[in-house]
């Protein structure tokens, strides 16, 4: 051992023996040639304040595109019940046949349409108690969403058609049919006399598949789903919540107490299809196909 370690050294010192040592002057970069170079930094952090609560947010410059399955998800549970409850959750789906998908992509049958999303992000709200809250979320996400959800504490941004053709914004209700966010089991349309009771509702159960988007014009006549900003999970501490910034700036959203899931879509559907025997069909979530009720 101690011939190959003395043999090792002298071949480091033949080595700098050998080659040349090169000095070279350091010069500042003009702004014309910093102007040429572009790049994005792996992370960004950003500071905000709303008066209520300081931010910070962190924002990861990456992209992803994925399809996952999940068997059972219970978060929040406490007090005898939970602030979202859904079994065989999916992020992501597969082409049952040939042709156009949401994203105005054509995909083969069998092939992956996957959830896509990009500058993922963590943001914590702080008062002078500490942490009030902190969500994870990402700067843009596009794809479906399904489950067979029977809580959820949160918003669903989808547009419902009633009999005569108006087109409202979904509301959550209780079991009772009251409007409610918090650990809600129906969806539907807000009674126009009494918005805080439903004229219509149906069991969460029965949206079983959802496109995670924005409504936008594809030029044909029809419409696309495009990128959200929108689409996070919040974690809050108090009764009064946390009203979290869109990364954008365009929006804001009052989350309440507890886990609060922020879903908006790009869909408009009939009334009529969620309060029917099906609901809202599921797509295909696993390779082999269990059909549009799936279990």
Same mark, same amino acid.
Request: hydrophobic fraction near 40%; include cysteine; glycine fraction near 12%.
């Given at each position: 051992?101690?011939?190959?370690?003395?043999?090792?050294?002298?071949?480091?010192?033949?080595?700098?023996?050998?080659?040349?040592?090169?000095?070279?002057?350091?010069?500042?970069?003009?702004?014309?040639?910093?102007?040429?170079?572009?790049?994005?930094?792996?992370?960004?952090?950003?500071?905000?304040?709303?008066?209520?609560?300081?931010?910070?947010?962190?924002?990861?410059?990456?992209?992803?595109?994925?399809?996952?399955?999940?068997?059972?998800?219970?978060?929040?549970?406490?007090?005898?019940g939970s602030d979202?409850?859904?079994?065989?959750?999916?992020?992501?789906?597969?082409?049952?046949?040939?042709?156009?998908?949401?994203?105005?992509?054509?995909?083969?049958?069998?092939?992956?349409?996957?959830?896509?999303?990009?500058?993922?992000?963590?943001?914590?709200?702080?008062d002078a108690s500490?942490?009030?809250?902190?969500?994870?979320? +990402?700067?843009?996400?596009?794809? =479906?969403?399904?489950?067979?959800? #029977?809580? &959820?504490? $949160?918003?669903? *941004? /989808?547009?419902?058609?009633?009999?005569?053709?108006?087109?409202?914004?979904?509301?959550?209700?209780?079991?009772?049919?009251?409007?409610?966010?918090?650990?809600?089991?129906?969806?539907?349309?807000?009674?126009?006399?009494?918005?805080?009771?439903?004229?219509?509702?149906?069991?969460?159960?029965?949206?079983?598949?959802?496109?995670?988007?924005?409504?936008?014009?594809?030029?044909?006549?029809?419409?696309?789903?495009?990128?959200?900003?929108?689409?996070?999970?919040?974690?809050?501490?108090?009764?009064?919540?946390?009203?979290?910034?869109?990364?954008?700036?365009?929006?804001?959203?009052?989350?309440?107490?507890?886990? +609060?899931?922020?879903?908006?879509? =790009?869909?408009?559907?009939?009334? #009529?299809? &969620?309060? $029917?025997?099906? *609901? /809202?069909?599921?797509?295909?979530?696993?390779?082999?196909?269990?059909?549009?009720?799936?279990?």
């Amino acid at each position: 051992m101690k011939h190959h370690a003395y043999g090792c050294a002298a071949l480091v010192m033949f080595c700098l023996a050998v080659v040349p040592v090169t000095h070279a002057e350091l010069k500042p970069i003009s702004d014309q040639t910093l102007g040429e170079v572009t790049g994005q930094a792996f992370m960004q952090v950003e500071n905000l304040a709303d008066g209520v609560h300081d931010f910070t947010r962190m924002t990861l410059g990456m992209d992803v595109e994925t399809r996952v399955n999940i068997d059972d998800v219970k978060v929040g549970e406490i007090d005898g019940g939970s602030d979202f409850a859904a079994t065989h959750l999916a992020l992501g789906h597969i082409a049952r046949q040939d042709g156009v998908q949401y994203n105005g992509q054509t995909y083969m049958q069998g092939e992956t349409v996957p959830f896509e999303a990009s500058k993922p992000f963590i943001e914590l709200a702080e008062d002078a108690s500490g942490l009030a809250g902190f969500r994870m979320g +990402f700067g843009q996400a596009r794809g =479906s969403a399904s489950s067979l959800t #029977s809580s &959820l504490s $949160g918003n669903i *941004g /989808l547009k419902l058609r009633d009999s005569a053709g108006v087109v409202h914004d979904a509301a959550l209700f209780d079991a009772s049919n009251q409007a409610t966010n918090y650990r809600a089991t129906q969806i539907g349309i807000a009674d126009s006399a009494n918005p805080a009771t439903c004229s219509e509702c149906a069991s969460l159960s029965k949206v079983q598949s959802l496109f995670v988007g924005t409504a936008q014009d594809d030029g044909a006549g029809g419409t696309v789903t495009g990128f959200t900003d929108d689409f996070f999970i919040g974690f809050q501490r108090d009764d009064a919540g946390v009203k979290w910034q869109s990364p954008d700036g365009a929006n804001v959203i009052n989350a309440g107490k507890g886990v +609060f899931i922020n879903l908006p879509t =790009s869909m408009t559907v009939d009334m #009529s299809q &969620l309060t $029917g025997p099906s *609901g /809202l069909p599921r797509l295909q979530t696993h390779q082999a196909d269990m059909g549009t009720q799936l279990f």
